[in-house]
């Protein structure tokens, strides 16, 4: 009978001292060289285990900090609405019975000025290689990363105007909608598509998880009327958060 690889025996030890609440909700897991030593493994097979454990949902990692046991709770919702409060530009993590909503914010990573490249030029319905604004976000709740943002707007549409980067002018770090709006574009519809699939390595460091865990890409495009005004690709991490739909209901 083939022996059981190393990592995964580290990560059972791990699993079983967090079931049993010798590693409490909160607990910062021992360091990648402590974890070599007690189980007479090296550095490698402590990170698999380590990273084992993230894809799980158990642990969690802290930029700067440590691996720490996370707080056993179901997947928290993600709303994905058309109400105005809910548009901003943050991740909007309503209270589903934690007793409050997840506080939602955003870090900006890059925003540039760049050729569009051929699938972005096709979602927006622009010219290969035409000029567009990139912007890639990171959205936070409650401090933890919890959504990666890569989006595209046509330069053609908000040059020269007050919001032609997201976060410089009037309406710094709001919403598509209401920035379109200052410039008097009324955007009036989204399309947005949904798989699953493995984080890519640079995501999944971005996000706090284990190399190829799963998450769930997002492909959204604003539109006013028939005019695509920015397109995004949206990931969002399938072990924290499942996405909810709210949909406007008219006569």
Partial sequence: MPETPAYLRVAAELRRRIVEGELPPGARLPSRAALAEAHGVGPNVAISAVRLLMAEGLVHGRAGSGVFVREPTALRAVVRSWHDERLGGTLYVPDDGTGRAADG?????????????????????????????????????D???????????????????????????????????????????????????????????????RLGLAAGAQVQALQRTYYAGDRAVETADLVVPASRFRLVYEFPVGG
């Fill in 105 to 141: 914010s955003r870090e900006r990573v890059a925003t540039a000025v760049l050729p569009a490249p051929v699938e972005i030029a096709e979602r927006l319905g622009v010219d290969p290689e035409a000029p567009v604004v990139h912007s890639e976000y990171t959205f936070l709740a």
């Fill in 143 to 205: 401090g933890e990363a919890g959504m990666l943002s890569s989006s595209w707007e046509p330069l053609a549409l908000t040059e020269g105007t007050p919001v032609a980067l997201p976060d410089a002018g009037p309406l710094a770090g709001h919403g598509v909608v209401a920035r379109m709006a200052h410039i008097g574009v009324t955007v009036d519809r989204a399309t947005e598509s949904v798989t699953g699939r493995a984080a890519t390595p640079e995501e999944a460091e």
